[in-house]
Protein backbone atom coordinates (compact mmCIF):
# COMPACT_ATOMS: atom_id res chain seq x y z
CA UNK A 1 0.00 0.00 0.00
CA UNK A 2 3.08 2.10 0.48
CA UNK A 3 3.90 2.92 -2.97
CA UNK A 4 0.47 2.93 -4.26
CA UNK A 5 -0.73 5.90 -2.14
CA UNK A 6 2.68 7.78 -2.27
CA UNK A 7 4.72 6.57 -5.79
CA UNK A 8 3.57 8.12 -8.99
CA UNK A 9 4.15 6.43 -11.90
CA UNK A 10 6.45 8.71 -12.89
CA UNK A 11 8.11 9.20 -9.82
CA UNK A 12 11.27 7.92 -7.88
CA UNK A 13 11.52 6.67 -4.43
CA UNK A 14 14.85 5.63 -2.70
CA UNK A 15 15.13 2.20 -0.64
CA UNK A 16 17.97 0.99 1.56
CA UNK A 17 18.61 -2.67 1.25
CA UNK A 18 19.81 -3.63 4.98
CA UNK A 19 17.89 -7.61 4.39
CA UNK A 20 15.05 -10.17 2.62
CA UNK A 21 11.84 -7.52 3.73
CA UNK A 22 13.37 -4.35 1.75
CA UNK A 23 13.43 -6.68 -1.02
CA UNK A 24 10.08 -7.72 -1.13
CA UNK A 25 9.20 -4.09 -0.35
CA UNK A 26 10.96 -2.77 -3.73
CA UNK A 27 9.30 -6.02 -5.58
CA UNK A 28 5.92 -4.24 -4.86
CA UNK A 29 7.09 -0.87 -4.84
CA UNK A 30 8.51 -1.48 -8.92
CA UNK A 31 5.30 -2.32 -9.74
CA UNK A 32 3.69 1.71 -8.87
CA UNK A 33 6.35 3.50 -9.83
CA UNK A 34 9.97 3.73 -10.02
CA UNK A 35 12.91 2.53 -7.37
CA UNK A 36 15.95 3.65 -6.90
CA UNK A 37 18.41 1.35 -4.64
CA UNK A 38 19.87 4.10 -2.72
CA UNK A 39 21.95 1.60 -1.27
CA UNK A 40 22.00 -2.54 -0.59
CA UNK A 41 24.28 -4.60 1.65
CA UNK A 42 23.72 -7.70 -0.54
CA UNK A 43 27.01 -8.13 -1.53
CA UNK A 44 28.02 -8.56 2.07
CA UNK A 45 25.24 -10.98 2.82
CA UNK A 46 23.19 -8.42 4.42
CA UNK A 47 25.59 -7.95 7.56
CA UNK A 48 24.93 -4.29 8.79
CA UNK A 49 23.45 -0.85 7.75
CA UNK A 50 25.35 1.32 5.38
CA UNK A 51 27.44 4.37 5.76
CA UNK A 52 26.21 7.73 5.58
CA UNK A 53 29.07 8.15 2.47
CA UNK A 54 27.53 4.53 1.13
CA UNK A 55 23.86 5.91 0.47
CA UNK A 56 23.40 7.37 -3.15
CA UNK A 57 20.18 9.33 -2.45
CA UNK A 58 18.12 10.50 -5.57
CA UNK A 59 16.96 15.00 -3.45
CA UNK A 60 14.00 14.60 -5.94
CA UNK A 61 12.80 10.99 -4.31
CA UNK A 62 9.14 10.74 -3.07
CA UNK A 63 10.37 9.13 -0.13
CA UNK A 64 13.40 7.29 1.47
CA UNK A 65 12.49 3.60 2.36
CA UNK A 66 14.05 1.20 5.10
CA UNK A 67 13.30 -1.45 6.76
CA UNK A 68 14.64 -0.72 10.39
CA UNK A 69 15.20 -4.68 11.85
CA UNK A 70 15.42 -7.46 9.32
CA UNK A 71 14.29 -10.07 10.51
CA UNK A 72 16.29 -12.89 8.48
CA UNK A 73 19.63 -11.26 8.57
CA UNK A 74 19.49 -10.29 12.53
CA UNK A 75 20.56 -6.57 11.36
CA UNK A 76 18.51 -3.13 12.79
CA UNK A 77 19.52 0.47 12.74
CA UNK A 78 20.95 2.27 15.32
CA UNK A 79 19.65 5.72 14.27
CA UNK A 80 17.65 6.95 11.46
CA UNK A 81 19.89 7.46 8.31
CA UNK A 82 19.37 11.86 7.51
CA UNK A 83 17.73 11.84 4.14
CA UNK A 84 18.18 15.77 3.53
CA UNK A 85 14.67 16.50 4.14
CA UNK A 86 13.28 13.64 1.51
CA UNK A 87 10.37 12.01 4.23
CA UNK A 88 12.06 8.76 5.69
CA UNK A 89 9.35 5.79 5.87
CA UNK A 90 9.67 2.68 7.60
CA UNK A 91 8.70 -1.43 7.77
CA UNK A 92 9.14 -0.97 11.82
CA UNK A 93 7.58 -4.80 12.00
CA UNK A 94 9.84 -6.53 13.81
CA UNK A 95 10.98 -3.83 15.91
CA UNK A 96 8.44 -1.72 16.69
CA UNK A 97 7.64 -1.12 20.66
CA UNK A 98 10.75 -2.93 21.90
CA UNK A 99 12.47 0.55 22.23
CA UNK A 100 11.82 4.19 21.81
CA UNK A 101 12.34 5.51 18.50
CA UNK A 102 11.74 9.48 17.67
CA UNK A 103 8.59 9.41 15.74
CA UNK A 104 9.09 13.14 14.24
CA UNK A 105 12.20 11.51 11.87
CA UNK A 106 9.77 9.41 10.21
CA UNK A 107 7.56 10.68 7.99
CA UNK A 108 5.38 7.17 7.81
CA UNK A 109 5.96 4.09 9.48
CA UNK A 110 4.02 0.76 9.36
CA UNK A 111 4.25 -2.43 11.44
CA UNK A 112 2.50 -6.07 11.30
CA UNK A 113 1.09 -6.54 15.21
CA UNK A 114 2.79 -10.39 15.09
CA UNK A 115 6.10 -9.88 16.90
CA UNK A 116 6.04 -7.11 19.79
CA UNK A 117 2.43 -5.54 19.56
CA UNK A 118 0.12 -8.85 19.37
CA UNK A 119 -2.06 -11.14 17.39
CA UNK A 120 -0.84 -11.25 13.53
CA UNK A 121 -3.56 -9.70 11.15
CA UNK A 122 -3.18 -6.08 12.18
CA UNK A 123 -1.42 -3.62 10.25
CA UNK A 124 -0.20 -0.30 12.66
CA UNK A 125 0.47 2.68 10.55
CA UNK A 126 1.53 6.51 11.46
CA UNK A 127 1.61 8.67 8.80
CA UNK A 128 1.94 12.29 8.48
CA UNK A 129 -0.96 14.51 7.80
CA UNK A 130 1.10 16.53 5.10
CA UNK A 131 1.36 13.32 3.64
CA UNK A 132 -2.29 12.22 2.95
CA UNK A 133 -2.59 15.15 0.27
CA UNK A 134 0.35 13.23 -2.11
CA UNK A 135 -2.43 10.26 -2.67
CA UNK A 136 -3.82 9.68 -6.07
CA UNK A 137 -7.63 9.57 -6.65
CA UNK A 138 -8.92 6.50 -7.93
CA UNK A 139 -7.62 3.81 -5.34
CA UNK A 140 -9.88 0.78 -3.84
CA UNK A 141 -11.31 2.48 -1.08
CA UNK A 142 -9.77 0.31 1.39
CA UNK A 143 -6.23 0.48 -0.64
CA UNK A 144 -6.23 4.13 0.27
CA UNK A 145 -4.62 5.62 3.67
CA UNK A 146 -7.02 8.45 3.98
CA UNK A 147 -10.39 5.91 4.07
CA UNK A 148 -8.64 4.66 7.40
CA UNK A 149 -8.12 8.30 8.58
CA UNK A 150 -11.37 9.70 7.79
CA UNK A 151 -12.73 6.54 9.51
CA UNK A 152 -10.91 6.12 12.22
CA UNK A 153 -10.01 2.90 11.00
CA UNK A 154 -13.20 2.08 11.41
CA UNK A 155 -14.70 1.69 7.30
CA UNK A 156 -14.98 -1.97 8.03
CA UNK A 157 -15.13 -4.09 11.21
CA UNK A 158 -11.58 -4.74 11.21
CA UNK A 159 -10.28 -7.41 13.37
CA UNK A 160 -11.56 -6.10 16.68
CA UNK A 161 -9.65 -9.17 18.87
CA UNK A 162 -6.48 -8.21 17.14
CA UNK A 163 -6.91 -4.44 18.72
CA UNK A 164 -7.97 -5.63 21.80
CA UNK A 165 -4.96 -7.45 22.99
CA UNK A 166 -2.65 -5.00 20.93
CA UNK A 167 -4.50 -2.65 24.19
CA UNK A 168 -3.94 -5.35 26.74
CA UNK A 169 0.31 -5.67 25.70
CA UNK A 170 0.30 -1.67 25.73
CA UNK A 171 -0.83 -1.98 28.96
CA UNK A 172 2.00 -4.71 30.34
CA UNK A 173 4.79 -2.51 28.57
CA UNK A 174 3.18 0.71 30.59
CA UNK A 175 3.73 -1.47 33.64
CA UNK A 176 7.19 -2.83 32.59
CA UNK A 177 8.22 0.95 32.25
CA UNK A 178 7.19 1.84 29.20
CA UNK A 179 9.25 1.74 26.15
CA UNK A 180 12.29 2.65 28.00
CA UNK A 181 12.08 -0.43 30.61
CA UNK A 182 11.05 -2.34 27.69
CA UNK A 183 14.39 -1.44 25.53
CA UNK A 184 16.95 -2.48 28.96
CA UNK A 185 15.05 -5.66 28.94
CA UNK A 186 15.80 -6.18 25.17
CA UNK A 187 19.49 -4.96 25.53
CA UNK A 188 19.84 -6.54 28.52
CA UNK A 189 19.21 -10.51 26.54
CA UNK A 190 21.08 -9.25 23.51
CA UNK A 191 24.29 -8.36 25.43
CA UNK A 192 23.89 -11.97 26.71
CA UNK A 193 23.53 -13.51 23.68
CA UNK A 194 26.03 -11.43 21.77
CA UNK A 195 28.63 -11.85 24.55
CA UNK A 196 28.47 -15.56 23.89
CA UNK A 197 28.97 -15.67 20.47
CA UNK A 198 31.99 -13.16 21.05
CA UNK A 199 33.53 -15.32 24.02
CA UNK A 200 34.18 -17.79 21.56
CA UNK A 201 35.23 -18.59 17.28
CA UNK A 202 32.90 -21.62 17.98
CA UNK A 203 30.30 -18.81 17.67
CA UNK A 204 30.45 -16.21 14.93
CA UNK A 205 28.22 -13.86 14.73
CA UNK A 206 26.10 -12.77 11.28
CA UNK A 207 25.93 -8.81 11.91
CA UNK A 208 28.77 -6.54 12.19
CA UNK A 209 28.85 -5.38 15.85
CA UNK A 210 27.27 -1.59 14.95
CA UNK A 211 24.42 -3.08 13.02
CA UNK A 212 23.36 -6.01 15.22
CA UNK A 213 20.10 -6.35 15.94
CA UNK A 214 18.40 -6.64 19.58
CA UNK A 215 15.29 -9.03 18.08
CA UNK A 216 16.85 -11.43 15.63
CA UNK A 217 20.67 -12.84 16.76
CA UNK A 218 21.77 -14.25 14.22
CA UNK A 219 25.39 -16.49 14.36
CA UNK A 220 27.02 -19.05 12.46
CA UNK A 221 28.58 -22.50 13.73
CA UNK A 222 31.79 -23.66 12.02
CA UNK A 223 29.75 -26.45 9.79
CA UNK A 224 25.93 -26.62 8.53
CA UNK A 225 26.44 -30.54 10.04
CA UNK A 226 26.60 -28.64 13.28
CA UNK A 227 24.20 -26.35 12.93
CA UNK A 228 21.57 -28.64 12.70
CA UNK A 229 22.79 -30.92 15.32
CA UNK A 230 22.88 -27.47 17.14
CA UNK A 231 19.28 -26.65 16.41
CA UNK A 232 18.04 -30.45 16.59
CA UNK A 233 19.59 -30.76 20.23
CA UNK A 234 18.33 -27.52 21.30
CA UNK A 235 14.59 -28.18 20.15
CA UNK A 236 14.75 -31.20 21.74
CA UNK A 237 15.95 -29.21 24.90
CA UNK A 238 12.62 -27.40 24.42
CA UNK A 239 14.88 -24.40 22.72
CA UNK A 240 12.67 -24.16 19.48
CA UNK A 241 12.87 -22.28 16.79
CA UNK A 242 16.66 -22.09 16.89
CA UNK A 243 16.88 -22.81 12.99
CA UNK A 244 18.08 -19.82 10.28
CA UNK A 245 15.59 -18.66 7.89
CA UNK A 246 15.96 -21.53 5.21
CA UNK A 247 17.32 -17.99 2.90
CA UNK A 248 20.59 -18.21 4.87
CA UNK A 249 21.08 -20.80 7.15
CA UNK A 250 23.08 -20.71 10.36
CA UNK A 251 21.34 -20.20 13.86
CA UNK A 252 18.57 -17.60 14.19
CA UNK A 253 17.56 -16.42 18.06
CA UNK A 254 14.36 -14.46 18.14
CA UNK A 255 14.05 -12.38 21.38
CA UNK A 256 11.16 -10.48 20.96
CA UNK A 257 9.38 -8.64 23.51
CA UNK A 258 7.58 -11.54 25.13
CA UNK A 259 10.74 -14.02 25.28
CA UNK A 260 11.60 -13.92 28.81
CA UNK A 261 15.32 -12.92 30.21
CA UNK A 262 15.53 -16.59 31.50
CA UNK A 263 15.01 -18.15 27.94
CA UNK A 264 18.05 -16.39 26.92
CA UNK A 265 19.81 -17.72 30.12
CA UNK A 266 18.66 -21.44 28.91
CA UNK A 267 19.77 -20.78 25.58
CA UNK A 268 23.45 -19.80 26.47
CA UNK A 269 23.89 -22.49 28.97
CA UNK A 270 22.85 -24.74 26.43
CA UNK A 271 25.70 -23.04 23.90
CA UNK A 272 28.28 -23.57 26.68
CA UNK A 273 27.34 -27.19 26.73
CA UNK A 274 27.26 -27.55 23.36
CA UNK A 275 30.49 -25.78 22.65
CA UNK A 276 32.31 -28.35 25.12
CA UNK A 277 31.25 -31.42 23.71
CA UNK A 278 31.56 -30.60 19.73
CA UNK A 279 33.64 -27.71 19.94
CA UNK B 1 -10.25 -7.89 -4.96
CA UNK B 2 -12.52 -9.28 -7.29
CA UNK B 3 -12.87 -6.59 -9.80
CA UNK B 4 -9.00 -5.91 -9.59
CA UNK B 5 -8.44 -9.55 -10.72
CA UNK B 6 -11.44 -10.64 -12.41
CA UNK B 7 -12.75 -6.99 -14.85
CA UNK B 8 -10.32 -6.48 -17.14
CA UNK B 9 -10.34 -2.63 -18.03
CA UNK B 10 -11.84 -3.15 -21.17
CA UNK B 11 -14.28 -5.47 -20.14
CA UNK B 12 -17.64 -5.27 -18.46
CA UNK B 13 -19.25 -7.10 -15.22
CA UNK B 14 -23.05 -7.88 -14.19
CA UNK B 15 -23.91 -6.56 -10.64
CA UNK B 16 -27.39 -7.20 -9.69
CA UNK B 17 -28.31 -4.16 -6.81
CA UNK B 18 -30.53 -5.43 -3.98
CA UNK B 19 -28.94 -3.40 -1.30
CA UNK B 20 -26.44 -1.69 0.52
CA UNK B 21 -23.48 -4.27 0.04
CA UNK B 22 -23.51 -4.45 -3.69
CA UNK B 23 -23.65 -0.69 -3.73
CA UNK B 24 -20.39 -0.71 -2.34
CA UNK B 25 -19.28 -3.15 -4.66
CA UNK B 26 -20.18 -1.49 -8.03
CA UNK B 27 -18.36 1.70 -6.95
CA UNK B 28 -15.54 -0.67 -6.74
CA UNK B 29 -15.65 -2.65 -9.60
CA UNK B 30 -15.78 0.94 -11.87
CA UNK B 31 -12.71 1.63 -10.29
CA UNK B 32 -11.24 -1.53 -12.54
CA UNK B 33 -13.50 -1.86 -15.30
CA UNK B 34 -16.90 -1.49 -16.61
CA UNK B 35 -20.27 -2.19 -14.65
CA UNK B 36 -23.59 -2.83 -15.83
CA UNK B 37 -26.62 -3.04 -13.14
CA UNK B 38 -28.35 -5.84 -14.40
CA UNK B 39 -30.84 -4.89 -12.09
CA UNK B 40 -31.37 -2.65 -9.34
CA UNK B 41 -34.26 -2.95 -6.75
CA UNK B 42 -33.19 0.19 -5.43
CA UNK B 43 -37.01 2.05 -6.82
CA UNK B 44 -38.66 0.13 -4.69
CA UNK B 45 -36.43 0.51 -1.77
CA UNK B 46 -34.80 -3.03 -1.72
CA UNK B 47 -37.31 -5.16 -0.84
CA UNK B 48 -36.70 -7.71 -3.02
CA UNK B 49 -34.28 -9.83 -5.46
CA UNK B 50 -35.44 -9.66 -9.08
CA UNK B 51 -37.46 -12.28 -10.96
CA UNK B 52 -35.41 -13.70 -13.82
CA UNK B 53 -37.13 -11.36 -16.43
CA UNK B 54 -35.90 -8.37 -15.11
CA UNK B 55 -32.32 -8.93 -15.24
CA UNK B 56 -30.95 -7.27 -18.05
CA UNK B 57 -27.52 -9.93 -18.64
CA UNK B 58 -24.68 -9.46 -20.83
CA UNK B 59 -23.85 -12.86 -22.41
CA UNK B 60 -19.93 -11.51 -22.67
CA UNK B 61 -19.94 -9.82 -18.95
CA UNK B 62 -16.65 -11.01 -17.39
CA UNK B 63 -19.02 -12.32 -14.52
CA UNK B 64 -22.14 -12.07 -12.59
CA UNK B 65 -21.77 -10.50 -9.29
CA UNK B 66 -25.07 -11.26 -6.29
CA UNK B 67 -25.30 -10.16 -2.55
CA UNK B 68 -26.78 -13.42 -1.25
CA UNK B 69 -27.90 -11.61 1.58
CA UNK B 70 -27.88 -8.06 2.16
CA UNK B 71 -27.94 -7.12 5.97
CA UNK B 72 -29.23 -2.91 6.09
CA UNK B 73 -32.19 -4.05 4.03
CA UNK B 74 -32.90 -8.03 5.16
CA UNK B 75 -33.00 -9.27 2.14
CA UNK B 76 -31.85 -12.51 0.35
CA UNK B 77 -31.70 -14.68 -2.41
CA UNK B 78 -33.83 -17.74 -1.82
CA UNK B 79 -32.14 -19.35 -4.60
CA UNK B 80 -29.29 -18.55 -7.72
CA UNK B 81 -29.95 -16.77 -10.35
CA UNK B 82 -29.42 -17.91 -14.02
CA UNK B 83 -26.83 -16.52 -16.03
CA UNK B 84 -26.51 -18.40 -18.91
CA UNK B 85 -23.23 -19.41 -18.21
CA UNK B 86 -21.35 -16.60 -17.45
CA UNK B 87 -19.57 -17.29 -13.70
CA UNK B 88 -21.71 -16.43 -10.61
CA UNK B 89 -20.07 -14.16 -8.30
CA UNK B 90 -21.38 -14.03 -4.68
CA UNK B 91 -20.61 -11.46 -1.68
CA UNK B 92 -21.75 -14.33 1.00
CA UNK B 93 -20.44 -12.24 3.91
CA UNK B 94 -23.86 -12.29 5.76
CA UNK B 95 -25.34 -15.62 5.17
CA UNK B 96 -22.67 -17.84 4.51
CA UNK B 97 -22.89 -21.30 6.66
CA UNK B 98 -26.42 -20.24 7.76
CA UNK B 99 -27.43 -22.99 5.68
CA UNK B 100 -26.27 -24.88 2.91
CA UNK B 101 -25.42 -23.37 -0.45
CA UNK B 102 -24.97 -25.50 -3.97
CA UNK B 103 -21.19 -24.26 -4.54
CA UNK B 104 -21.08 -25.45 -8.24
CA UNK B 105 -23.44 -22.81 -8.77
CA UNK B 106 -21.06 -20.49 -8.38
CA UNK B 107 -17.62 -19.53 -9.96
CA UNK B 108 -16.55 -17.31 -6.96
CA UNK B 109 -17.83 -16.90 -3.28
CA UNK B 110 -16.18 -14.27 -1.13
CA UNK B 111 -16.89 -13.97 2.71
CA UNK B 112 -15.98 -11.93 5.33
CA UNK B 113 -16.06 -13.97 8.69
CA UNK B 114 -17.37 -11.86 10.86
CA UNK B 115 -21.23 -13.06 10.89
CA UNK B 116 -21.47 -16.44 11.38
CA UNK B 117 -18.29 -17.84 10.72
CA UNK B 118 -15.94 -16.27 13.45
CA UNK B 119 -14.31 -13.28 14.61
CA UNK B 120 -13.85 -9.94 12.38
CA UNK B 121 -10.35 -9.63 10.03
CA UNK B 122 -10.61 -13.02 8.21
CA UNK B 123 -11.67 -13.24 4.69
CA UNK B 124 -12.97 -16.82 2.72
CA UNK B 125 -12.64 -16.92 -0.35
CA UNK B 126 -13.48 -20.06 -2.97
CA UNK B 127 -12.26 -19.47 -6.62
CA UNK B 128 -13.03 -22.30 -9.23
CA UNK B 129 -9.66 -23.21 -10.62
CA UNK B 130 -9.92 -22.00 -14.40
CA UNK B 131 -10.64 -18.58 -13.33
CA UNK B 132 -7.07 -18.08 -12.25
CA UNK B 133 -5.80 -18.22 -15.35
CA UNK B 134 -7.91 -14.55 -16.17
CA UNK B 135 -5.94 -13.05 -13.38
CA UNK B 136 -3.96 -10.28 -15.09
CA UNK B 137 -0.24 -9.83 -13.96
CA UNK B 138 1.26 -6.65 -12.43
CA UNK B 139 -1.17 -7.01 -9.32
CA UNK B 140 0.53 -6.30 -6.21
CA UNK B 141 1.37 -9.56 -4.48
CA UNK B 142 -1.47 -9.89 -1.47
CA UNK B 143 -3.93 -8.65 -3.89
CA UNK B 144 -3.06 -11.77 -6.59
CA UNK B 145 -5.78 -14.49 -5.45
CA UNK B 146 -2.88 -16.41 -7.01
CA UNK B 147 -0.48 -16.17 -4.09
CA UNK B 148 -2.75 -17.27 -1.49
CA UNK B 149 -3.73 -20.35 -4.29
CA UNK B 150 -0.18 -21.08 -4.42
CA UNK B 151 0.90 -20.15 -0.97
CA UNK B 152 -1.95 -21.99 1.08
CA UNK B 153 -2.94 -18.97 2.35
CA UNK B 154 0.12 -18.77 4.35
CA UNK B 155 2.26 -15.94 1.97
CA UNK B 156 2.38 -13.88 5.04
CA UNK B 157 1.49 -15.25 8.90
CA UNK B 158 -2.28 -14.65 8.32
CA UNK B 159 -4.93 -13.66 11.02
CA UNK B 160 -3.84 -16.90 13.05
CA UNK B 161 -6.20 -16.34 15.95
CA UNK B 162 -9.18 -15.53 14.26
CA UNK B 163 -8.72 -18.93 11.64
CA UNK B 164 -8.15 -20.97 14.71
CA UNK B 165 -11.72 -19.84 15.95
CA UNK B 166 -13.57 -20.34 12.97
CA UNK B 167 -11.91 -23.87 13.06
CA UNK B 168 -13.98 -24.45 16.52
CA UNK B 169 -16.69 -22.69 14.69
CA UNK B 170 -17.24 -25.04 11.94
CA UNK B 171 -16.94 -28.27 14.72
CA UNK B 172 -19.71 -26.13 16.85
CA UNK B 173 -21.63 -26.50 13.51
CA UNK B 174 -20.67 -29.92 12.71
CA UNK B 175 -22.05 -30.86 16.31
CA UNK B 176 -25.14 -29.16 15.50
CA UNK B 177 -26.18 -31.32 12.68
CA UNK B 178 -24.04 -29.66 10.12
CA UNK B 179 -25.44 -26.92 7.85
CA UNK B 180 -28.59 -28.71 7.55
CA UNK B 181 -29.22 -28.56 11.34
CA UNK B 182 -28.05 -24.77 11.24
CA UNK B 183 -30.67 -24.01 8.55
CA UNK B 184 -33.22 -26.14 10.43
CA UNK B 185 -32.66 -23.32 13.72
CA UNK B 186 -32.52 -20.27 11.70
CA UNK B 187 -35.43 -20.76 9.59
CA UNK B 188 -37.36 -21.56 13.06
CA UNK B 189 -36.17 -17.99 14.51
CA UNK B 190 -36.78 -16.19 11.48
CA UNK B 191 -40.56 -18.06 11.50
CA UNK B 192 -41.07 -17.24 14.49
CA UNK B 193 -40.30 -13.58 14.04
CA UNK B 194 -41.82 -12.67 10.30
CA UNK B 195 -45.11 -14.84 11.89
CA UNK B 196 -45.24 -11.76 14.55
CA UNK B 197 -44.54 -9.42 11.77
CA UNK B 198 -47.50 -10.57 9.66
CA UNK B 199 -50.13 -11.01 12.56
CA UNK B 200 -50.67 -7.48 13.13
CA UNK B 201 -50.71 -4.62 11.22
CA UNK B 202 -48.68 -2.47 13.41
CA UNK B 203 -45.31 -4.26 12.39
CA UNK B 204 -44.78 -4.14 8.62
CA UNK B 205 -42.03 -6.62 7.21
CA UNK B 206 -39.74 -4.26 4.79
CA UNK B 207 -38.68 -7.21 2.56
CA UNK B 208 -41.77 -8.99 0.58
CA UNK B 209 -42.16 -12.69 1.49
CA UNK B 210 -40.06 -14.20 -1.27
CA UNK B 211 -37.07 -12.74 -0.29
CA UNK B 212 -37.22 -12.28 3.20
CA UNK B 213 -33.90 -12.75 4.85
CA UNK B 214 -33.23 -15.14 7.65
CA UNK B 215 -30.20 -13.45 8.91
CA UNK B 216 -31.52 -10.00 9.21
CA UNK B 217 -35.48 -9.49 9.74
CA UNK B 218 -36.08 -5.74 9.16
CA UNK B 219 -39.24 -4.17 9.93
CA UNK B 220 -41.21 -0.70 10.49
CA UNK B 221 -44.04 0.52 13.37
CA UNK B 222 -46.65 3.14 12.50
CA UNK B 223 -44.07 6.05 13.05
CA UNK B 224 -40.48 7.21 13.36
CA UNK B 225 -41.28 7.98 16.91
CA UNK B 226 -42.41 5.00 17.62
CA UNK B 227 -39.38 2.97 16.04
CA UNK B 228 -36.90 5.25 18.35
CA UNK B 229 -39.30 3.87 21.60
CA UNK B 230 -39.51 0.45 20.53
CA UNK B 231 -35.72 0.40 20.25
CA UNK B 232 -34.86 2.45 23.07
CA UNK B 233 -36.92 -0.15 25.67
CA UNK B 234 -36.01 -2.90 24.04
CA UNK B 235 -32.04 -2.22 24.76
CA UNK B 236 -33.44 -1.38 28.66
CA UNK B 237 -34.81 -4.77 28.52
CA UNK B 238 -31.29 -6.12 27.29
CA UNK B 239 -32.73 -6.52 23.70
CA UNK B 240 -30.16 -4.63 22.03
CA UNK B 241 -28.86 -3.50 18.20
CA UNK B 242 -32.50 -3.31 16.77
CA UNK B 243 -32.02 -0.14 15.64
CA UNK B 244 -32.17 -0.61 11.80
CA UNK B 245 -29.21 0.82 9.80
CA UNK B 246 -28.98 4.58 10.04
CA UNK B 247 -28.98 4.50 5.95
CA UNK B 248 -32.56 3.08 5.98
CA UNK B 249 -34.18 3.48 9.89
CA UNK B 250 -37.07 0.99 11.00
CA UNK B 251 -36.21 -2.21 13.19
CA UNK B 252 -33.63 -5.00 12.34
CA UNK B 253 -32.89 -7.64 14.62
CA UNK B 254 -30.11 -9.66 13.21
CA UNK B 255 -29.98 -13.45 14.11
CA UNK B 256 -26.84 -14.93 13.03
CA UNK B 257 -26.40 -18.50 13.74
CA UNK B 258 -24.93 -17.62 17.18
CA UNK B 259 -27.98 -16.29 18.44
CA UNK B 260 -30.17 -18.67 20.43
CA UNK B 261 -33.66 -19.83 19.52
CA UNK B 262 -34.62 -18.01 23.37
CA UNK B 263 -33.41 -14.66 22.36
CA UNK B 264 -35.73 -14.46 19.35
CA UNK B 265 -38.25 -15.83 22.04
CA UNK B 266 -37.90 -12.67 24.13
CA UNK B 267 -37.76 -10.31 21.27
CA UNK B 268 -41.33 -11.86 20.36
CA UNK B 269 -42.95 -11.25 23.62
CA UNK B 270 -41.80 -7.69 23.69
CA UNK B 271 -42.93 -6.77 20.59
CA UNK B 272 -46.22 -8.40 21.67
CA UNK B 273 -46.45 -6.32 24.89
CA UNK B 274 -44.97 -2.78 23.29
CA UNK B 275 -47.80 -3.31 20.60
CA UNK B 276 -50.33 -3.85 23.47
CA UNK B 277 -49.42 -0.49 25.07
CA UNK B 278 -48.43 1.48 22.31
CA UNK B 279 -50.93 -0.04 19.58
Not at 17 to 22: F, K, M, N, P, Y
Request: proline letters at 4%; glycine letters at 8%; charged letters at 25%.
Amino acid sequence: MVAMNFLAKDASADYILTGSWGKKAVKEAKKSGNVNIAATMADGGFTRVPQPDELKLDPRAAYVHITTNETIEGVEWQREPETGGVPLFADASSDILSHPIPVDKYAMIYAGAQKNMGPSGVTLVIVRDDLLKRIPDGLHTMLDYRTHVENKSLYNTPNTWGIYIINLVCQWLKDKGGLEGMQRENEAKAQLLYDAIDATDFYRGHADADSRSIMNVTFRLPSEELEKKFAAEATAQGLDGLKGHRSVGGIRASIYNALPHESVEALVAFMKEFEKKNG
